[in-house]
């Protein structure tokens, strides 16, 4: 268990987003049903063709990680939150999770990858979650942490 200090204002702050965002969270989940889709699987041999396809080309292939953006918020708000919330930094202020700082900052860049590797194995004041969080649970929290480094966390 981590604890961290927050001020009264950064605590007030915290708990008004916290409420927001299960607002929010509850109103999606209850008209859900309407916009889900199922799940369809690619076939391994198609994929295997696009690769081949793409090598072909001469395109780079990259692999993806792929996380669940919204499994990893959940991830995220239980696990990170008290300490990131908003994607600020409470113990190291300039080391947010801001697009600028994760590119400054993280080890490898900002990218899943890098995101995965600081997560599972912690630095300084963080700690690693690689025995608490499954691998998928920390590709999903890189994931949304990506994500929302683009989008910006004032839009979250």
Not at 22 to 51: G, N, R, W
Request: proline content about 3%; aromatic content about 6%.
């Amino acid at each position: 268990l981590v604890l961290c200090t927050l001020t009264t204002s950064q605590y007030h702050q915290h708990q008004q987003l916290s409420k927001m965002k299960y607002t929010i969270i509850a109103a999606l989940i209850a008209s859900a049903s309407a916009f889900t889709a199922p799940k369809v699987e690619v076939p391994s041999a198609v994929k295997a063709a696009i690769a081949g396809a793409a090598v072909t080309a001469g395109v780079a292939v990259s692999p993806a990680f792929a996380g669940d953006v919204g499994a990893g918020e959940q991830v995220f708000n239980a696990n990170c939150a008290a300490c990131h919330a908003g994607g600020q930094n409470v113990i190291m202020p300039e080391k947010t999770l801001e697009k600028e700082a994760l590119e400054s900052y993280l080890a490898g860049g900002r990218n899943e990858k890098a995101v995965m590797t600081q997560v599972t194995n912690g630095k300084n004041a963080m700690p690693a979650f690689g025995g608490r969080l499954s691998d998928e649970d920390i590709a999903n929290v890189a994931s949304y942490v990506i994500a929302t480094s683009e989008a910006g966390w004032d839009n979250e």
